[in-house]
C-alpha cells in the first residue's frame, strides 16, 4: 500500500491541447479516491499519468516516496482495470487469472494459490474453467478485477470499469468494488463520468472539467458546500434547481425576483447575509435541491408554480414546474400529487440555498 502524490501535474498533448492544467492533490494510503467529470474533462489523461500511460508534460507524481514521472508502468507497482476486460479469449479464468503471475515465473502450486486466493474473493471458483466468452458482462469485468488482485499491487487504478454493464449489475458490482476495498485496504483511483457511482463510491472526490480540479472533498462537503454552479449542478439528481434574478429588499427582508411580480425571500446566514446585500440592485443566481422545496398552502413566503410534467418513480415522484418562467424539479413522496396544469405554491428551507455569483458561478 502507498500513497500517491501529485504536485501540479500537467499534460500538454502534442497538438498543444491542455489535457490536464495543474492537478495538485495527495491520495491517503489505502484511499478510495473518485475522479469524476463530464466526457473530455481530463480524468483518463491523470489516471493515464498514474498509470505510466501517458508521458507527464510537467510537475511532479511519487507513489509512496519514490518519484516515478520517467519510471515505465510495469515498474510503478500498480494495477489498472479498463472499461474493456481485454481478458485473453484463449484462455479459462483460471489461466487469465494467473498469466501474470506465470510470467513472473511463479511455480504452478504457488499460482494455483493464488488464483485461488483472487478467485475466492470475488466469488469466481465455479467458473475458473470457463473461457471468457462463457462468461456474463459482469463475470467478465470480475475476471478483470481479479487479474488486477493477483498482481498485489500498491496502487489500484480503475478507469471506468462498470461503463459497459447494465444499470443493475454496475450496482451489484459498485458494493462489489466497495467490499473489496474494505477487504484489501489499498490505495484505489477511480475514474468514472456517473455521479452516482462517484458519490456513493468515493472516500473523496475530485471533480474536473476543462482539464481543471474544481473541487476536491468527500462526498456530502460536495454536495451541500459546492464551491462553484459547476460542482452545484454536477452532483444530485435531479440536479440542484438554480433560479437568476436581481436582489431587492422589502420590509427588511431580502429577495430574489425570478419573475413578473414573483419574489423568493432570501434568508442568507452567517457571514452570507453582507455578501448577498452587496447584489442589491444587482442579479445572483440561487441554487435550491428538488428535495429542499416543498409543496405548500399559499402564504406570505411561498411563490406559485404550474406543474408541467408529473414522472413517479415508486418510491419517490419528481415533479416539473415552471416558476416565474424559471423550471424547477421537486422531490416529493409519490402520494397525492398535482395535476399537469394545476397552479401549486412552494415553500422551500430557505437555509438551504446556495448562492452564485452570476458572472463567475463561485459560491458566495
Ligand atoms: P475524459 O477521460 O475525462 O473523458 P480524457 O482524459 O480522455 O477525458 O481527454 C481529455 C481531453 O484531452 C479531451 O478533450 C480529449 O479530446 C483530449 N485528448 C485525449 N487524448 C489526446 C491526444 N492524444 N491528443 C490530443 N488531445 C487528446
Do not use: W
Request: aromatic share 4%.
Amino acid at each position: 500500500m502507498a500513497k500517491v502524490s501529485l504536485q501540479h501535474l500537467r499534460k500538454v498533448y502534442p497538438n498543444g491541447y491542455v489535457g490536464v492544467a495543474d492537478a495538485s492533490f495527495d491520495i491517503a494510503d489505502g484511499e478510495l479516491l473518485v475522479l469524476v467529470g463530464p466526457s473530455g474533462c481530463g480524468k483518463s489523461t491523470l489516471l493515464r499519468m498514474i498509470a505510466g500511460l501517458e508521458t507527464i508534460s510537467g510537475g511532479e507524481l511519487r507513489i509512496g516516496e519514490r518519484l516515478v514521472n520517467e519510471v515505465p508502468p510495469k515498474d510503478r507497482d500498480i494495477a489498472m482495470v479498463f472499461q474493456s476486460y481485454a481478458l485473453y479469449p484463449h484462455m479459462t479464468v483460471a489461466e487469465n487469472l494467473g498469466f501474470g503471475l506465470k510470467l513472473r515465473g511463479l511455480d504452478k502450486a504457488e499460482i494455483a494459490r493464488q488464483v485461488g486466493e483472487a478467485a475466492a474473493m470475488l466469488e469466481l471458483q465455479p467458473l475458473l474453467d470457463r473461457k471468457p466468452a462463457a462468461l456474463s458482462g459482469g463475470q467478465r469485468q470480475r475476471v478483470a478485477l481479479g487479474r488486477a488482485l493477483v498482481r498485489k499491487a500498491q496502487v489500484f487504478l480503475l478507469d471506468e470499469p462498470l461503463s459497459n454493464l447494465d444499470a443493475k449489475l454496475r450496482m451489484t458490482m459498485r458494493v462489489e468494488i466497495a467490499r473489496l476495498h474494505r477487504q484489501l485496504g489499498t490505495t484505489m483511483v477511480y475514474v468514472t463520468h456517473d455521479q452516482v457511482e462517484a458519490m456513493t463510491l468515493g472516500h473523496r472526490i475530485v471533480v474536473m472539467k476543462d482539464g481543471k480540479i474544481q473541487q476536491i472533498d468527500t462526498p456530502m462537503a460536495l454536495y451541500n458546500q459546492p464551491v462553484n454552479l459547476f460542482v452545484a449542478t454536477f452532483l444530485g439528481s435531479p440536479k440542484m434547481n438554480t433560479l437568476t434574478g436581481p436582489v431587492s429588499e422589502r420590509d427588511g427582508d431580502l429577495h430574489l425576483r425570478i419573475g413578473e411580480g414573483v419574489d423568493l425571500r432570501l434568508r442568507p446566514q452567517g457571514e452570507a447575509l453582507e455578501k448577498v446585500r452587496g447584489y442589491l440592485g444587482r442579479e445572483l443566481i440561487v441554487g435550491l435541491r428538488p428535495e429542499d422545496m416543498h409543496l405548500a398552502e399559499a402564504g406570505p413566503h411561498t411563490v406559485p408554480a404550474q406543474v408541467e410534467v408529473v414522472e413517479p418513480v415508486g418510491n419517490e415522484a419528481f415533479l416539473n414546474l415552471s416558476c416565474g418562467g424559471s423550471d424547477l424539479v421537486l422531490r416529493l413522496p409519490p402520494f397525492d400529487l398535482p395535476k399537469v396544469g394545476d397552479t401549486v405554491h412552494l415553500s422551500y428551507a430557505a437555509e438551504r440555498m446556495h448562492f452564485f455569483d452570476r458572472e463567475s458561478e463561485l459560491r458566495l
